[in-house]
């Protein structure tokens, strides 16, 4: 799976044709039996790209039953994946695509070997032109309030301009206008959108405003 460049917000998936807006539901700690409900409540919210992390309960269990729910309304992806062993295992369990907090050069070519997005971890112009060179498919930028949205410009002027870049980690929808401006295409959610013990419909109305700050930046 390859991801183009975005446009007005949305990615295509090159598998399935299907528009994804620009915007990425970390659920850390979901649990099994709630999974299925989660993604659906995501989807219908507008929000199609869904990461379980893999220091969540039985992750691999959780990805299976999103995909197996929504299909292709969503891809269903892991996130924290730190080696080749987990890259494997999220691919045996339907997942699409793989997002790591670091820039393991290993990781990246595994998950390129078995057709699977690749979101790498980057902090660093060094982080970012090594995960570039492994195949990386887009950037997270991690964690983005770090550095902040002039750090990600600095850093966007020498990257390539088809090159995906999310900020994720300490951005919330207030700062979406300003991370855009300094080259962001999207962003990754996370306790904003799901804590443990939240229900669906709070996984609803969260990704609802998540959505419609999205949409008012993107159009």
Request: aromatic fraction near 6%; include cysteine; glycine fraction near 12%.
């Amino acid at each position: 799976m390859a991801m183009p460049t975005p446009v007005n917000g949305q990615i295509t998936d090159s598998v399935t044709g299907k528009a994804h807006r620009t915007l990425i539901a970390i659920l850390r700690g979901v649990q099994t039996h709630e999974a299925a409900d989660m993604a659906r409540a995501l989807v219908d919210a507008g929000i199609t790209m869904i990461e379980v992390p893999l220091n969540s309960p039985e992750p691999l269990k959780s990805i299976t039953a999103m995909k197996d729910a929504v299909g292709d309304a969503a891809m269903i992806g892991a996130g924290t994946v730190l080696t080749t062993d987990d890259v494997a295992n999220v691919k045996a369990a339907n997942g699409e695509f793989i997002v790591s907090p670091n820039c393991d050069i290993d990781v990246i070519a595994k998950t390129k070997e078995l057709g699977m997005g690749s979101w790498p971890g980057v902090l660093t112009p060094t982080e970012c032109f090594a995960a570039i060179k492994a195949g990386a498919d887009g950037l997270k930028i991690f964690p983005a309030s770090i550095i902040g949205s002039e750090g990600i410009k600095a850093m966007r002027a020498v990257l390539p301009k088809d090159l995906p870049v999310f900020a994720v980690g300490g951005v919330g929808p207030d700062d979406f206008s300003t991370y855009a401006k300094a080259g962001c295409d999207g962003f990754g959610l996370g306790s904003g959108i799901y804590k443990p013990g939240m229900t669906a419909s709070d996984v609803s109305k969260a990704a609802i405003a998540y959505v419609r700050a999205h949409d008012a930046v993107f159009g």
